[in-house]
């Protein structure tokens, strides 16, 4: 998992330093930088995938303008100061990047990395045992003699040995086996995108930033994987009319229907199309199939997770996808303007954390982590949103 993320001079962030939990819950006033903070994360992940395209970066979630705006504006050098984001993972392996564009019209993002990796005895043996079976190399084990194949395998230890200071190699192992960075993303679904079989748009496969090709995954979690297509179900009963929920294909036809039963209907008309869902349901949908779908990024943000649902739900919805999140190994940052969501967040697990972010005295975006600290005898105890309301913990609007 990604571990520490510090981030310079992007956007309405000067100098930000956050560490990173499983589940990350952002919460402030609207224009304080939380969405910049997670799309700092698609630049990232753009460095790492050697792709810091304007295509790429908008189909993971983030907004792109001229390079100049990308940067931050607190300082005019600013403008011509490069973009600096550095991420540290679970195994203490530290990525850095740096982001230089010339402001010039048309002009391509460059970058430049640094590494200080550790890479596991497990981790190299995997690799090495992963070459050795590779069908298309000379070393296929399939092939060799138990001797032949241990002066092989020395042979490409040494090579192996050799790599681990290469930044190519060390950048593969980071994102692949610790972050999941090079697949992250920010989601905002849209009810318009969630109500469609067939996406008309380009977009990221196996489901687009704004929920494009939901159905279609969802059909083939049925087929391959009927185990999380169960779970998917499972978790949709926080819906208090929701039934069931049924894919049906006909071959001859290559129509698909996407049925919903509704408890409260009369036999005959308990089930209806997807088309006719409400948007809660789509998007409560939406979530639990990102979040326990082995398709999915293991990594990724979602942003405003409270669009289209009632507060109460938003509180039981958080605790869920907090479990989810455990089961199917995913970290996620959530960003929110609505303060039952904390509510479903148990600061006692250190894996779920609550940041509440907000600009400073200058305009710098901030974070500030916050704990649970012990009732105080004689006082009521607060829920997270109480606290939140009354202005206990920021994050609120002072202007007015």
């Known amino acids: ?229 169960k779970r998917i179900i499972e978790s949709l009963s926080l819906i208090d009319w929701f039934s069931s929920f049924d894919v049906k294909e006909d071959a001859n036809l290559g129509e698909i229907e996407f049925l919903i039963s509704d408890k409260y209907l009369e036999d005959g008309l308990k089930s209806f199309d997807i088309r006719n869902a409400n948007e809660g349901f789509l998007f409560l949908l939406f979530y639990i199939t990102l979040f326990t779908s082995d398709y999915t990024p293991s990594f990724f943000a979602i942003d405003n997770i409270d669009t289209a649902l009632n507060p109460k739900l938003c509180s039981k919805l958080i605790s869920v996808l907090a479990e989810l999140s455990v089961k199917y190994n995913k970290q996620v940052i959530l960003t929110t303007h609505n303060p039952s969501v904390l509510d479903g967040l148990n600061l006692n697990n250190n894996d779920e954390r609550l940041f509440v972010i907000s600009r400073n005295a200058v305009g710098n975006t901030r974070a500030n982590r916050i704990v649970k600290k012990p009732s105080i005898e004689g006082e009521p105890s607060l829920k997270l949103s109480e606290q939140f309301i009354r202005g206990y913990i920021g994050g609120l609007p002072k202007s007015f």
């Open 1 to 229: 998992m990604l571990e520490n993320i510090n981030i310079k001079n992007f956007k309405s962030i000067d100098d930000l330093s956050i560490d990173l939990g499983r589940f990350n819950v952002f919460i402030g006033e609207n224009g304080c930088g939380k969405s910049n903070i997670l799309e700092s994360i698609v630049f990232a992940s753009a460095g790492l995938n050697d792709s810091i395209e304007n295509e790429f970066l908008t189909l993971r979630g983030a907004r792109v303008s001229e390079a100049k705006f990308m940067r931050s504006g607190f300082e005019t050098n600013n403008s011509n100061t490069n973009i600096d984001i550095s991420l540290k993972d679970s195994s203490g392996s530290h990525l850095y990047l740096s982001f230089d564009n010339d402001n010039h019209p048309f002009s391509k993002w460059t970058s430049s990395f640094a590494l200080n990796s550790v890479i596991s005895e497990d981790l190299l043996n995997e690799e090495i045992t992963s070459i050795l079976n590779e069908p298309s190399t000379p070393y296929n084990s399939q092939e060799k003699s138990n001797d032949e194949l241990e002066r092989q395998k020395n042979l490409l230890q040494r090579y192996v040995d050799q790599l681990k200071g290469n930044l190519s190699f060390s950048k593969r192992f980071f994102s692949k086996e610790q972050t999941g960075l090079s697949n992250y993303m920010i989601f905002s679904p849209e009810n318009f995108h969630l109500r469609k079989f067939n996406a008309d748009e380009t977009y990221v496969e196996p489901i687009g930033y704004k929920g494009e090709g939901l159905l279609n995954l969802i059909k083939v979690i049925k087929k391959e994987k009927p185990e999380h297509y």
